[in-house]
């Protein structure tokens, strides 16, 4: 389940990446602030975004999430062990 939100959460970020170059760039080019104000707030948008993904992430290597591709392959086989 984190997983998929870390997922979705990389996506939401990609397409507000997207839509802050194309604002930034509009604004720049037509000297409108409120295009590059909005830049701006969708870049803070996007590293919060990022951070909520990473924090997912984070999750999944604390709670051993192994369904997760790199989970499984970057955690090391004797942390798994029961002692």
């Known amino acids: 389940m984190i997983t998929e939100v870390g997922t979705i959460l990389l996506g939401l ?9 194309g604002a930034s760039f509009h604004g720049i080019r037509r000297a409108d602030s409120r295009w590059a104000q909005s ?21 999944a290597f604390m709670s051993n999430d192994f369904r997760d591709i790199y989970v499984g392959r970057s955690t090391p086989v004797e942390s798994c062990r029961s002692t």
């Open 13 to 21: 970020s990609l397409l507000v990446s997207l839509y802050m170059a």
């Open 39 to 59: 830049g701006r707030n969708a870049a803070n948008a996007s590293a919060a975004l990022l951070g909520l993904a990473f924090l997912a992430l984070l999750i």
